[in-house]
């Protein structure tokens, strides 16, 4: 994993897939949104755990976990935008790419320049970026 950001020991590969699909196999087929609200909750803790280390400050944790839910919001907000515009793709892709220019604008005024990096397991020099799908764009 690239950074020199250390905030204590890290899970490893192994550790945080493992602990994402326990915490996956003891979700109920149709989870009630509080049970999927402290899953999401929880994968945000592993993610931090695995990617800038299990000593990150608890206050900062919150933090990047009310970024979370601001995103959550607008992901849902961008789902039922999807149902009105699923004939204008050009729109969806650029509300996505909107979301994802938002998300690492939050988790920046959270993380360090580094920090960021690391949390969004980025290579030194390359940036947050969507995979563009240009065929699906020219549909």
């Known amino acids: 994993?690239?950074?020199?950001?250390?905030?204590?020991p890290r899970l490893t590969g192994a550790e945080y897939e493992r602990k994402l699909l326990s915490?996956?196999?003891?979700?109920?087929?149709?989870?009630?949104?509080?049970q999927d609200r402290e899953v999401r909750r929880q994968e945000l803790e592993l993610a931090i755990d695995y990617r800038l280390g299990r000593d990150f400050p608890a206050e900062r944790r919150s933090a990047l976990w009310a970024?979370?839910?601001?995103?959550?919001e607008k992901r849902l907000r961008l789902?039922?935008?999807?149902f009105l515009r699923r004939l204008a793709a050009k729109l969806l892709f650029r509300d996505a790419h909107s979301l994802a220019a938002y998300a690492v604008e939050e988790y920046g005024r959270v993380l360090s320049p580094e920090e960021l990096r690391c949390f969004l397991d980025l290579k030194e020099g390359e940036e947050p970026a969507l995979p563009v799908d240009v065929e699906h764009c020219r549909r």
Do not use: D, K, N
């Open 1 to 8: 994993m690239q950074g020199h950001v250390q905030y204590g």
């Open 67 to 72: 970024v979370q839910e601001r995103i959550e």
């Open 79 to 82: 789902g039922l935008t999807y």
């Open 23 to 34: 915490l996956h196999g003891s979700l109920p087929a149709l989870p009630s949104p509080e």
